[in-house]
């Protein structure tokens, strides 16, 4: 059911990246989302100003593994995690900002504040057939004493897949997307595990392992089990997966996310940030198109007791794809969309302490 995975197609699918070029995903701005809220409820979480203090920038290409010639000119889309006093940041890297042909790697940041790329990078790389197209967008948990990385595996959808699993209706393009796993006991040496969603659930797309995560990223139980919210592809009906281990998951339709409220539509669910001091409840942060068909960002509030039962939504969001980790800076995440062209930086962006009015 898929290309096999050969230097050659790694090469083509990499001219393809370097000639990408997406002006409206180029144009995003993370304060656009996050800086202000129209209101701003007390469950909200953020707005979020900007914490330069922690900026990283990427300097140097990484070895390239499949020694077809792949660099990188942007990151973005990282997910961070706090390990015995140090910051591990895992990120995107992609020939071009938002193409093809992406890898993921790792910096850390110790108590003499200096951020150090890892030499093991690039951490995640094509190695697997339904990696073809690139590795993107890592979702970092530590759970069962080890850490858990979810992230998407991007590849050409053949005419047999295509037969086989989806209809007419899910319009498809040429390209589908896992999210796989991978499991480490270091945050260095990974072990990749595949697909943890099959494909007559996807149709070939389901996109961002959202799992509710509190401020230490740790993975939470909610009511015995983990649960993983998808809202993009499966046929355009929201999903939610249960696991007991983060490795093996049951998945089943179940409408968790109500936008009559705000109006619009749902593109994708960012995060879900379960409370430190609340956490009987959590927020399901996401990115959607607002009434006017602009990008927008939102949040809904849930308690862990009636997980799908949306208690309230507010417009006004992080879009913290990685998810929000708690440090004695505060509430903190990062991106890479506000990097000038060609320059690989990552900002960090905290929560603002006086968010009892709108900002």
């Given at each position: ?115 150090v790329d ?154 879900a940030i ?61 991106q890479g ?23």
């Open positions: 059911m898929f290309i096999p995975l050969s230097r050659d197609a790694l090469r083509k699918n990499l001219e393809a990246a370097l000639e990408h070029r997406n002006d409206t995903t180029a144009a995003l701005s993370q304060g656009t989302f996050s800086a202000r809220y129209a209101s701003r409820p007390d469950w909200a979480v953020g707005p979020f100003e900007d914490d330069d203090d922690l900026s990283f920038e990427l300097s140097g290409q990484w070895a390239d593994p499949a020694g077809i010639g792949w660099t990188s000119d942007a990151i973005y889309n990282p997910s961070v995690i706090e390990c015995d006093g140090v910051l591990h940041l895992f990120y995107r890297a992609s020939p071009t900002k938002e193409s093809l042909s992406s890898r993921i790697g790792s910096a850390t940041l110790g108590a003499d504040g200096v951020w890892s030499p093991a990078n690039p951490q995640i790389f094509p190695t697997l057939d339904n990696e073809l197209f690139g590795c993107e967008d890592p979702k970092l948990y530590a759970a069962e004493g080890r850490w858990f990385l979810f992230y998407n595996g991007i590849f050409p959808i053949t005419p047999e897949a295509r037969e086989k699993y989806t209809t007419p209706d899910d319009q498809l393009g040429d390209v589908g997307c896992d999210i796989n796993v991978a499991i480490s006991d270091d945050l260095e040496t990974w072990t990749k595990l595949g697909r943890v969603v099959d494909h007559e659930v996807s149709h070939l797309w389901a996109k961002g392992a959202v799992i509710p995560r509190n401020g230490r990223g740790e993975a939470v139980k909610i009511n015995g089990e983990y649960l993983m919210f998808l809202s993009e592809g499966c046929g355009g009906a929201l999903q939610v997966g249960r696991s007991t281990d983060l490795l093996r998951w049951r998945f089943e339709p179940q409408p968790y996310l109500d936008l009559a409220e705000l109006g619009g539509s749902l593109h994708e669910v960012a995060c379960v409370d430190d001091e609340h956490p009987e409840r959590f927020v399901l942060d996401f990115f959607y198109a607002d009434r006017n068909g602009d990008f927008a960002a939102g949040q809904a509030l849930y308690d862990t007791a009636t997980p799908f039962t949306q208690k309230a939504v507010n417009s006004g969001g992080a879009l913290a794809w990685g998810g929000m980790v708690a440090t004695d800076r505060g509430r903190l995440f990062a969309w506000d990097a000038p062209a060609h320059e690989r930086r990552i900002f960090f962006y905290r929560e603002k302490t006086n968010t009892s009015i709108a900002q």
